[in-house]
């Protein structure tokens, strides 16, 4: 890529690493959701770099649009609370936490510094169908090759409505 | 047609089926299917019979391979049935006779013979008869010993079931104990004999066995204790001495089940061992000396106990042990036929007198001590007289069936002991002389029940003949014990030898000849003058009451004491080996039981709880911690394939 | 120096750790949720590196079905949330001990 998008990327890039410390480590809930959304606009910027701008569509509409709301609405109906920053009486989790997902980092990074050549290839010729626009491209596939998740995930999409309406109906008789 | 005999062993294995699972069959289904199985069976029965008389001496008989049941290297056995004269005939005699009986029970054992702990005691009866006659075909029918001994231990079974049907009676709990304890013993013997077999012959089916058996050393060791392992089996089920002391006891329960089980079929079912392993008999002179012996010995050992006893049913038992013995004399002696023969007659007239007896107590409210009965002749005319003939065959009166068939065993005796085995003397002399002695307990009992004054009349008040369901059985086989003995006369037409030597001369054998025996009319008259002596002394005694029982007792009462407790052999038995096996027992429980085998299992659910209450410490209940948990594993897995271990 | 996949799948890598860390240590259940959130996204970010690099379409599907599904989650997880912390005054996962032991 050249020299603007290397420049787009790198400020992404640390903008998601803080915005996602941020959701880590934020006080209080609304922080943690505002970095969440700020972390996930830097991700679809990131997403327009590498060709998918439906999906990066698809990440501002659904998940920055949508998910993100209902969690701040559950946030303000839940009330916020501040329970002391990251305290914990549970012995020994905080130190075996950083442990093991640190451990897991660092293998990730080596097997990843291991063998930068492997990834590269055209597989399936999906990048030459850029020239027709990338949601054209992604459509031909959705609606052919991957039509049973797509129908699939309708059926998810049905039940989880179901699932959430009984869970929210109010049990009469019960003291709240 | 001969395929009908899969007809005999299979109906009465329906007739149990159907009692037993459709719980809520009515009180007269239950009479129908009941004996109605076993008649099917008896016409099967006849139909074999039948196939076989067609058939010519040398292809007297049907193997019937049913399917292969057991393959194992060299070994191969099958499931199939064995149908020749003696397993014809046996098979007759077990669905005849138990149809019969079974008719009688449907009168018998309505009403308050039933009722016990269980509701449906009626239907629980018939279930377990049809259960006893399928496993005695099975026994009869076998064609090698493996399956005979299923239909053995099957016969064991029903009859602790059928003695202990009175559930809520201890004392018919201990009596139907008391008998599967004995009949275990005999199954041991029984079971290593089989195993013998295998070892030996490499195989237990009939062909194999007897084919091979004369292979074995003459009158060796090895062939000896086959027979005498045999012979174990045999004295167990037939109640023989030394184990014979279940059959009085098994009186507690059903009169029916004691016409059927405890006369005619099951305790003959020693008598048909033997005689279906003749050839394993004919190799061991030593053998079939000791079977002989045992018979003659048990003959008097028996009529002596039925002398003293006032228990009806009791002396009809100590009768039919006395008799069996007399088949193992035939046996014993190498004349199967005669042993053969008079079990057929014996299960005629002893069921007839068990049904008579059946009669006897119904009238009397369940009485069995004849010395509170008397003078039932007017009362009980049918019985009377049915129960006459039975007593005149039993003591083998001339025309009457046990005539033909005693005078068949004591003659075979009297004929080998003159023809060069001299040993046989003590054997037909014990014969003669029992049956005297027969003669008189059989008519005391007679005279004591039916004459003289009713020695207690309130009893004796509502007694009346039983009614027809009862009666008809017991008019036809007052009609088989008297002309059943005419189809085998030995030393003018004797048919039985004839129809069994088919089956007789079918494997090699050595030993004494297996031929007709000659006439003996010395021993036939000397039994006859014994017979009638012993009818003078009972006559004297118990109905001319000169002198009266009581002076006769009293002429000799320690004798008299020790006959009557039945010479305290039970006593003996108690202190010699049951109170030794007890204490046996209540020692290992209190050192092995207890402090071994309840150890070892406490410590293992101690071990299982220590654990789990260490390993509880992981279930935090904290999402975090199980999350964590998740993690690591993570880890792990991310490790091994990121360090070239998955490689 | 010029950004090229590996530089992606190590930003992703970051994301997940961090995401990871916000799950085991915080206790706030909606923070916890979010977290789980950032997780699956680190994820996309992988998927889709992997999408355009390899010229495959199977990478962007994948993203595609995700984000659904994580809708989906996001649904019936904050319905079970709020009718579990409704009758509670403080909103502490640390408080659902009743399966201990």
Not at chain 2, 49 to 73: C, K, N
Request: glycine share 8%; aromatic share 12%; with cysteine.
């Amino acid at each position: 890529m050249n020299g603007v998008e290397s420049v787009v990327f790198w400020i992404a890039a640390i903008s998601a690493v803080v915005s996602g410390i941020g959701v880590v480590t934020a006080r209080s809930a609304i922080y943690s959701a505002l970095s969440l959304i700020v972390t996930l606009a830097q991700l679809a910027v990131l997403y327009l770099l590498l060709n998918a701008q439906f999906i990066a569509a698809a990440q501002i509409l659904i998940y920055a649009g949508a998910v993100m709301v209902l969690f701040l609405f559950v946030i303000t109906l839940l009330g916020v609370q501040d329970l002391g920053f990251m305290g914990q009486h549970l012995p020994g989790q905080r130190v075996l936490s950083v442990l093991f997902a640190g451990v897991l980092l660092l293998g990730v990074v080596f097997f990843v510094a291991q063998s930068p050549h492997a990834i590269t290839g055209a597989r399936a010729g999906f990048n030459a169908q850029l020239d027709r626009g990338n949601v054209e491209a992604f459509g031909s596939q959705l609606f052919t090759v991957f039509v049973f998740p797509f129908e699939a995930t309708t059926l998810l999409l049905i039940v989880a409505m179901i699932g959430a309406v009984a869970l929210g109906r109010r049990r009469g008789r019960q003291q709240s | 047609m001969q395929h009908l005999i899969w007809g005999v062993l299979l109906f009465p294995l329906a007739g149990f089926v159907v009692n037993t699972l459709w719980q809520r069959l009515r009180g007269d289904a239950v009479a129908w299917i009941g004996p109605g199985s076993v008649f099917l069976a008896f016409i099967c029965a006849l139909g074999c019979f039948a196939w076989l008389q067609g058939q010519s001496e040398a292809t007297r008989y049907a193997d019937e391979i049913g399917w292969r049941w057991a393959l194992a290297g060299q070994f191969r056995l099958d499931f199939g049935l064995q149908l020749d004269t003696l397993s014809s005939t046996m098979s007759l005699i077990v669905t005849g006779v138990g149809f019969l009986i079974l008719v009688y029970a449907t009168g018998y054992m309505s009403g308050e013979h039933s009722f016990t702990a269980g509701r449906d005691g009626y239907r629980r009866f018939f279930s377990q008869m049809d259960l006893f006659i399928f496993t005695m075909l099975l026994l009869v029918l076998a064609d090698n010993y493996l399956w005979l001994l299923v239909g053995w231990a099957g016969v064991g079974l029903t009859s602790y079931l059928l003695i202990g049907f009175y559930f809520d009676r201890p004392s018919a709990v201990k009596a139907a104990r008391k008998a599967f304890v004995m009949n275990v013993i005999g199954d041991w013997g029984l079971m290593v004999a089989i195993f013998m077999m295998f070892i030996l012959f490499g195989g237990v089916d009939f062909r194999t066995v007897f084919s091979h058996a004369h292979t074995l050393p003459f009158n060796g060791t090895v062939i000896t204790v086959m027979c005498l392992l045999l012979l174990v089996g045999a004295v167990a089920k037939s109640a023989q001495l030394p184990l014979y002391t279940w059959l009085p006891d098994a009186m507690e329960g059903p009169t029916p089940v004691s016409a059927l089980i405890h006369a005619a079929t099951m305790v003959t079912a020693g008598v048909y061992l033997v005689a279906r392993s003749y050839p394993i008999y004919q190799q061991s002179p030593i053998g079939l000396h000791t079977v002989a012996f045992i018979g003659a010995i048990g003959t008097i050992f028996a009529a002596g106990l039925g002398l003293a006893n006032n228990d009806i049913k009791r002396i009809l038992a100590y009768s039919t042990m006395s008799q069996i013995a007399y088949m193992f004399v035939g046996v014993g002696v190498a004349v199967y036929s005669a042993g053969i023969f008079h079990l057929l007659e014996h299960a005629f007239f002893k069921a007839l007198l068990f049904m008579g007896a059946g009669a006897v107590m119904q009238a009397m409210h369940e009485e069995l001590d004849i010395q509170k009965m008397g003078g039932l002749k007017s009362r009980l005319p049918f019985t009377y007289w049915t129960f006459l003939i039975g007593v005149l065959a039993i003591i083998g009166t001339p025309g009457f069936s046990g005539f033909f068939s005693k005078e068949d065993v004591i003659g075979a005796a009297y004929a080998r002991a003159s023809h060069g085995d001299p040993v046989l003397w003590i054997v037909w002399a014990l014969a003669v002389i029992t049956a005297g002695l027969t003669a008189i307990y059989m008519f005391r009992l007679f005279f004591l029940v039916f004459h003289g004054q009713s020695r207690d009349p309130g009893l004796a008040a509502h007694a009346h003949d039983p009614q027809p369901s009862m009666r008809i059985p017991m008019a036809v086989l007052a009609v088989l014990s008297v002309v059943g003995g005419w189809i085998s006369i030995p030393g003018v037409y004797n048919e039985m030898e004839a129809w069994l030597s088919s089956t007789l001369h079918r494997y090699p054998v050595r030993g004494p000849a297996l031929v007709p025996q000659p006439f003996e009319p010395v021993s036939l008259i000397l039994t006859l003058a014994v017979t009638l002596a012993g009818f003078l002394v009972a006559w004297q005694i118990y109905y001319r009451r000169s002198p009266s029982p009581q002076r006769v007792a009293s002429m000799a009462p320690g004798l008299y004491r020790f006959m009557a407790h039945r010479y305290y052999v039970d006593e003996l038995y108690e202190l010699l080996i049951v109170r030794p096996i007890k204490v046996a027992a209540s020692a290992l429980n209190r050192f092995f039981e207890l402090d071994f085998v309840d150890a070892t299992v406490d410590f293992a659910a101690a071990a299982v709880t220590w654990s789990s209450r260490r390993m509880r410490v992981a279930q935090t209940g904290y999402v975090r911690n199980y999350a964590l948990a998740i993690l690591f594993g993570a880890v792990l897995l991310v490790g091994y394939y990121f360090t070239g271990l998955g490689r | 120096m010029t950004p090229g996949p590996e530089h992606f799948l190590v930003l992703s890598a970051i994301l997940f750790s961090l995401g990871t860390l916000g799950v085991l240590v915080r206790r706030d259940p909606l923070i916890m949720f979010m977290s789980i959130e950032l997780m699956l996204n680190s994820v996309n970010l992988t998927f889709v590196t992997f999408s355009h690099y390899l010229s495959s379409a199977d990478g962007q599907m994948f993203v595609f079905i995700i984000i659904t599904v994580a809708a989906a989650e996001v649904v019936v997880g904050l319905a079970l949330i709020v009718s579990i912390f409704q009758t509670r005054h403080a909103v502490d996962v640390d408080e659902l001990d009743e399966m201990r032991g």
